[in-house]
């Protein structure tokens, strides 16, 4: 997974767990990053679970998280009971077989929309500028970087409305061929 894809992946699983204990007005104690997400199964190619659409709902996305966790725990992984496990379908690739991520291929969902998947589409980088325009247009206090954006410092405040402006920009943005 690229940078660009785990930046897409977080950003999307960031909007499927707001309201997790975060405030309106939280502040960030450091330089937010954009860590790698977990690695890919073995799962094979020609089994595919649902993928996202820019208008793909954050209860979609929860669905089909909940979906892929209960299949892999029914299939014999050791999975995080917790809800933030569910509510991202994340089970830890040491805590499952093969054949259990095979089980499960067709109902592991892809959070990245086609349009952002930068490996799918020619038009990527130069729609990225343009989401990251939108975003410091609407208020958000982010710097463009070479993989993604990033908080401007260290104590900034986050709009309480941030996962608002994301979809709103990212629907925008590479909605527009």
């Not at 977990?38 to 979609?60: H, I, V, Y």
């Not at 089909?64 to 014999?76: L, P, S």
């Not at 093969?98 to 799918?120: G, H, I, S, W, Y």
């Amino acid at each position: 997974m690229t940078k660009l894809q785990a930046a897409l992946t977080a950003s999307v699983l960031a909007v499927l767990l707001s309201g997790c204990g975060a405030t309106p007005e939280q502040t960030v104690p450091e330089v937010a990053s954009i860590s790698q997400a977990p690695a890919a199964s073995s799962s094979p190619a020609s089994a595919q679970g649902p993928r996202a659409r820019l208008d793909t709902t954050a209860a979609e996305q929860e669905k089909w998280a909940r979906a892929y966790w209960q299949c892999m725990k029914d299939n014999g992984a050791r999975v995080d009971d917790s809800e933030k496990a569910k509510l991202t379908g994340f089970v830890d690739p040491s805590q499952a077989s093969p054949e259990t991520f095979r089980a499960c291929a067709a109902k592991k969902p892809n959070f990245v929309p086609e349009e952002m998947d930068p490996d799918l589409n020619p038009n990527y980088k130069q729609q990225w500028h343009k989401h990251v325009e939108c975003l410091k247009a609407k208020g958000m206090p982010i710097v463009e970087t070479d993989d993604g954006w990033s908080w401007k410092s260290s104590n900034v405040v986050i709009p309480p409305n941030a996962d608002e402006l994301e979809r709103e920009c990212q629907i925008e943005a590479f909605s527009a061929g």
